[in-house]
């Protein structure tokens, strides 16, 4: 409505107070008479555990207790909770499911495992303390490699079990895709290594937590993306509580990315030790604690192949996944190829035939977990080098080839091989606004010039498939408040998405409320609906919008009724519209009716006083958003550093509900993806040992390697949802990869190099362009 509705580029209301530094982190929450902890790491990525000797440290200063393993089994703490899939493999057999306990007893079984908690009257205390305690390690062989895991030899992360593998995950009958792909006209195979990534929100884990004797009730403050399924994990797994005494409080949280929406052994430990000593516990952790113990994302090796008839259409797909999930299940990370990814596959793409087999397998490594796009930048990723590759084998331009294989408008409603229903999409026009924006026609041209001045200038294509609003249930609460005001409690949560902006957006659409009198409260399991999923998997424009609208819907039937009252006439005769309740003689607006609706009086008799709606929006359907991007790079062969020259972003997400947000969430998933196709890597040496620790050795992103991009819309309406929308959130790390890959490719397509593996840092592109044939000769 007007400036502040749907569509508009709103200004986000939070940022003046994070900007002017009024923000309030969880390091920023101080407990009266709080302790202080600090934690003891295994140095070992596998060994056995013969003893933990706590006497020197608790003999020093300041040290109030220090806890172990043994300690949470004599209380009778239940273990973490690992993944709810129960996936079994073609023979009957089940997947491999060991016991995490939060602090092991016997064994650890990656670096920078939590073997102990010591707390203090100071940080400084707890820290000193942790570094005398001793414990007795027996080394044992690690397995670190991915690849490496199924190997004959290698050592067992779980030795119960006959091997590192998980299970044997297939879909799709690969006999008959074999069968297909020997008849096929062109097969072709691409080997892929999606790198493993760290998560770098910007603050890092902190957990402050307090226990109330009088009342029983547990609070956790921690940065988070929704505090429900915490609350439900350390209730109902953890402690054993009624949830009801388990609060779970988040404030600002400087960006989630999957990694902030689980629960760490961390988190049980401070609630653990403010639950025993009686007095508020806080342990704030530092970056190298991120590194080593927050989940990793992706960490996948990939065995690709597709196959093609004479006139370039794919006839059938075969995909093999090794996935490394870590030294123990966490609780999405089996699940990402098969219902992250593999829920998308096979993309954009009309595909007759398709198998795909997952190969989940235990290392000694940190769990890997739910990162920005949790399995679909993955899957794009494999699907676009096959494209790519399918047209260097037939000879065809790349944007032709995928222009053949798009699934078209007049195919929608179209049914996956998984069973899921793509609603909507123009495909092939959304490449085509990304092609005529970075003048994809136009490119020879300047690859001269680049030429001219010795450099290797490429382009590349990345087109994608979302998956958006998983979970697709999610309660929100309205209250008009006797001045006009109205407040939203949410389950969803805001972690740098803007929903305090888009929210009151939606309710100045509906209700006509100015936008600045409308107030979201998030981040409290005692304030949210108990029906609260969270903020994940782009969610929260489909399933919070749509509960903001059902919110407002009940508002004003209530609404109605006291209008009714108040003009004297029947609740069929009243219509609602911009903000005021209207009857044929005479009208009264929300906020007097609001007013009304606190005065017994004044309301219709059995009525509850106030306009205090909460509903539960419940939808059977997920959505799709799409997009395709182009990238624009230059190669210096000499050293082999890229330059990205220009970037085009063009996005599906239906109805925009604020592109200057949107726009913002696009750039920030571009540059994630951009870090992972050029910079970012987790980096273990064989022993298990982390050797990108620190911002010194993880190669982060920075300003400099982007230029300025350019962000478009090609928004055609979700038919699942009646505002019209597709997430966002998660789009942009879709297209770099696939993107910059091509475009590396094709710089490169002199040399006779047609693939490397990300990260493409300088040292591997210097190294493929020595050790090509061409190379050699220039």
Request: glycine share 10%; charged share 20%.
């Amino acid at each position: 409505m007007g400036e502040f509705g749907i569509g508009q580029p709103v200004r986000r209301k939070e940022d003046t107070r994070l900007l002017t530094g009024r923000g309030t982190f969880t390091d920023d929450v101080n407990l009266e008479g709080q302790l202080y902890a600090a934690f003891v790491r295994s140095p070992h990525a596998s060994a056995k555990i013969n003893g933990i000797d706590t006497t020197t440290a608790l003999a020093m200063e300041g040290v109030v207790a220090i806890y172990t393993g043994r300690d949470l089994v004599a209380a009778g703490l239940g273990p973490l909770i690992v993944s709810d899939a129960d996936y079994s493999d073609r023979s009957g057999r089940p997947m491999s499911k060991p016991l995490r306990q939060v602090m092991p007893v016997e064994r650890t079984r990656f670096v920078g495992e939590v073997l102990a908690m010591t707390v203090a009257r100071t940080h400084a205390q707890a820290r000193d303390a942790a570094e005398v305690v001793a414990i007795d390690f027996e080394p044992l062989d690690a397995i670190v490699a991915t690849a490496g895991a199924l190997a004959a030899g290698v050592p067992q992360v779980w030795p119960e079990f006959d091997s590192n593998l998980v299970v044997h995950w297939e879909y799709g009958d690969r006999d008959d895709v074999e069968r297909r792909l020997m008849q096929a006209y062109k097969v072709v195979k691409v080997d892929l290594v999606n790198n493993r990534l760290v998560a770098s929100p910007m603050e890092p884990r902190t957990v402050a937590a307090e226990f109330d004797a009088a009342t029983g009730v547990l609070t956790v403050y921690k940065p988070s993306q929704g505090g429900r399924r915490i609350q439900q994990t350390l209730a109902r797994q953890v402690f054993k509580l009624d949830p009801a005494k388990v609060r779970v409080v988040s404030h600002d949280t400087g960006g989630g990315f999957g990694n902030r929406s689980k629960t760490y052994p961390e988190t049980v430990m401070v609630a653990f030790a403010a639950k025993s000593s009686g007095r508020p516990v806080k342990w704030s952790g530092d970056r190298s604690e991120t590194f080593l113990s927050d989940y990793h994302g992706r960490d996948q090796i990939n065995v690709a192949r597709m196959g093609f008839d004479a006139g370039g259409r794919i006839v059938a797909l075969s995909i093999e996944t090794i996935l490394n999930v870590g030294a123990y299940l966490s609780e999405i990370g089996v699940r990402i190829p098969m219902d992250g990814g593999g829920r998308i596959l096979p993309g954009l793409y009309h595909v007759p035939d398709f198998y795909y087999s997952v190969k989940p397998v235990f290392t000694n490594t940190i769990c890997t977990d739910t990162y920005r796009g949790a399995g679909r930048p993955e899957a794009n990723y494999i699907m676009e080098r096959l494209v790519d590759a399918g047209a260097a084998a037939l000879d065809l331009p790349r944007e032709d080839i995928r222009r053949r294989n798009f699934i078209t408008p007049d195919q929608m409603p179209y049914k996956t091989h998984r069973g899921f229903t793509l609603d909507s999409g123009d495909f092939a026009g959304t490449m085509q606004m990304a092609l005529d924006a970075a003048d994809w026609k136009g490119f020879e041209m300047r690859r001269k010039e680049s030429w001219r001045r010795g450099k290797r200038r490429g382009i590349g294509l990345g087109s994608f498939l979302e998956g958006a609003g998983y979970f697709p249930m999610e309660g929100m609460r309205m209250r008009c408040e006797e001045n006009g005001d109205v407040i939203l409690f949410a389950g969803t949560y805001s972690h740098g998405q803007g929903h305090a902006t888009v929210y009151a957006q939606l309710v100045n659409e509906f209700l006509g409320v100015d936008f600045h009198k409308v107030q979201l409260v998030d981040g409290d399991t005692a304030t949210s609906p108990e029906v609260s999923i969270g903020t994940f998997g782009s969610r929260s424009s489909m399933v919070g919008g749509m509960g903001v609208k059902r919110a407002a819907e009940a508002i004003i039937a209530k609404g109605r009724k006291i209008a009714a009252q108040l003009l004297q006439t029947d609740a069929d005769m009243i219509v609602f519209e911009a903000g005021e309740f209207r009857s044929q003689a005479s009208s009264v607006s929300l906020a007097d009716v609001a007013a009304a609706s606190y005065d017994p009086g004044k309301i219709p008799e059995g009525m509850t006083p106030g306009l205090d709606e909460t509903v539960v929006f419940k939808n059977d359907v997920e959505n799709f958003p799409n997009g395709a991007h182009v990238c624009e790079l230059e190669i210096d062969p000499e050293t082999g550093v890229i330059e990205i020259l220009n970037y085009i972003a063009v996005d599906d997400c239906g109805v925009v509900l604020n592109p200057f947000i949107v726009h913002g969430q696009i750039h920030g998933g571009v540059v994630q993806g951009v870090g992972q196709a050029l910079s970012e890597n987790v980096v273990y040496d064989a022993s298990g040992q982390l050797l990108t620790a620190s911002y010194m050795d993880y190669g982060m992103p920075r300003a400099s390697d982007m230029p300025m991009m350019t962000a478009l819309f090609n928004a055609v309406p979700a038919k699942t949802n009646e505002l019209d929308v597709k997430g966002a959130g998660e789009a942009g790390c879709c297209g770099p990869p696939p993107a910059i890959a091509s475009a590396v490719a094709d710089a490169l397509s002199c040399y006779g190099i047609s693939h490397i593996d990300m990260p493409l840092t300088p040292e591997r592109v210097w190294r493929a362009i020595r050790a090509s044939e061409v190379g050699k000769a220039t």
